[in-house]
């Protein structure tokens, strides 16, 4: 089954994020590929939906940050999507305020994680604001350097407002924070497309099969399970989890009875609620380092012993 690419605009507000979707869509018109788009605005009405040629398919989340209050709008709008187009990419434009791993989670649902592939998060920094961000609050800090640090892509954008000194200098802040990511210098958010298909060439053997994305930042991983498990087993797993497995979310059958648990898994929090419909089960993680051999290993090694 072909995959559907998703790209992950990331970026503070102004730093050039809707500059970069329009130059991703012409590209992408002109290699003559289907893709659409997902634009977030926190207010009411969109500004940059003018931005999307007319016969982009477009859908826009008005009213709060998908990161948060209306996470579970994007997982509908993209479920929706995914079944009314044949596409080949989709855009997610966040708001400026959107923390990377929050807005993957609201990507990542269970119920469509096989159909579609993270091919990156690409996170725009306004280079003038970067470097006064002393006077933003420290949350708003803490966020831009959380913009950075999960990025796959990073565009340090608007160098035209500084020297070449000061270029050199936020290039070697940028890629102390993190030192993976491809790091450009731009104008305008120029950038050839290819540089944004994160690490595409890399994608080799069993990776692909395993359904995971090596060469990304942030990891994910799909597990499904066969047969029901063990809860027990399960929790005892469970607590050895490292604190770089961010989230972990899907749909668990156990043993020990015949209901479907909705399970969520974060900050080290399992909480488990009661599933009406009969959903396959199957687990999405989200972490960093994550080892995607070890938990496919671990997982049904404990599938096997929750059925002796
Ligand atoms: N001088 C300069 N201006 C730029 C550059 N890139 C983008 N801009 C301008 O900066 C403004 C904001 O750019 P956008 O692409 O809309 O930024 P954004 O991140 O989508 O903004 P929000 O959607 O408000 O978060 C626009 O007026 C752009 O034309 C650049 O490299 N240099």
Known sequence: MKKVEIYILSGFLGSGKTTLLQRALQEEQSKGRKVAVIMNEL?????????????????????????????????????????EYELDAIYLETTGVAHPVEVLDA????????????????????????????????????????????????????????????????????????????TFLTQFS??????????????????EQAHVHDYLHLKTYVHTFTSKIDVDQFEQWLREMPDTIYRIKGYLRF??????????????????????????????FIGENLDHQKLQQELQQLEASSTQ
Not at 59 to 80: A, D, F, R, W
Not at 190 to 207: A, I, P, T, W
Not at 258 to 271: K, L
């Open 107 to 182: 990507c990542m649902s269970p119920l469509f994680a096989e159909q579609i592939t993270i091919k990156g998060i690409i996170t725009t920094i306004d280079a003038a604001r970067w470097r006064s961000r002393d006077s933003l609050s420290i949350q708003l800090q803490r966020l831009l350097h959380e913009q950075v640090h999960h990025a796959d892509t990073i565009l340090i954008n608007k160098v035209d407002q500084l020297s070449e000194a000061e270029q050199a200098a936020i290039l070697y802040e940028i890629q102390s924070i993190n030192a993976t990511a491809k």
């Open 43 to 83: 207010g009411e009405t969109s500004i940059d939906s003018n931005a999307v040629p007319g016969e982009t398919p477009l859908k826009e989340l008005l009213n709060g940050c998908v990161c948060c209050t209306i996470q579970g709008q994007l997982e509908t709008q993209l479920h929706s999507m995914l079944q």
């Open 190 to 207: 120029k950038v050839d497309l290819k540089f944004l298909q994160s690490g595409q060439n890399k994608r080799k053997g069993n990776h």
């Open 255 to 284: 043993t020990h009875s015949d209901e479907v648990y909705m399970f969520q898994y974060s900050y080290g929090m399992p909480i488990y609620m009661k599933e009406l419909m009969k959903l396959p089960s199957t687990l999405v």
